[in-house]
């Protein structure tokens, strides 16, 4: 008799998922789900190199809201650095940020690579008011320092 009482206490109750499936905090698996916040206005990372091509959208503060990246849409090789590659990464990453509502960004272009232009082109084209476009790439002012001169 002891058993039955103990199994009646674990077995769950059906007013307590219904709670549960109410309060809207946890998902199927029982972790919190994010609260999407509104941020209107953020940043845009692009960061393109010879190589590949990675854009971050951020929030004002610099908090990830997404970012997307030529091998995470399924370039592989020579095309992940290509400007049509540029413009899928937007595309990726301004739908991951929708949540947020994210409407206005200020662009920050980092790299030599052929997709800077295509990438700031591509969050115009996919809804993103750009509001300025600032060139971040990193130019030695005195180079790195020689190496010393061989003796022989």
Not at 70 to 83: D, I, L, Q, Y
Request: with cysteine; charged share 25%.
């Amino acid at each position: 008799m002891a058993n039955e009482e103990k199994k009646a206490t674990a077995a769950p109750t059906a007013e307590g998922t219904a709670k549960a499936g109410k309060a809207g905090t946890r998902g199927a698996r029982g972790k919190k789900r994010k609260q999407a916040r509104s941020v209107p206005t953020g940043r845009a990372y692009v960061h393109a190199s010879y190589n590949n091509t990675i854009v971050t959208l951020t929030d004002a503060n610099g908090n990830v809201l997404s970012w997307s990246s030529a091998g995470v849409v399924g370039f592989k090789g020579p095309k992940k650095a290509t400007p049509y590659a540029a413009s899928v990464i937007v595309r990726d990453a301004v739908e991951k940020a929708a949540d947020y509502g994210l409407r206005e960004v200020n662009a920050f272009v980092s790299g030599i690579g052929s997709g800077r232009e295509a990438a700031v082109r591509a969050l115009h084209a996919n809804g993103i008011n750009v509001l300025a476009i600032k060139d971040v790439t990193p130019i030695p002012h005195n180079g790195c320092r020689a190496p010393k001169p061989r003796r022989i």
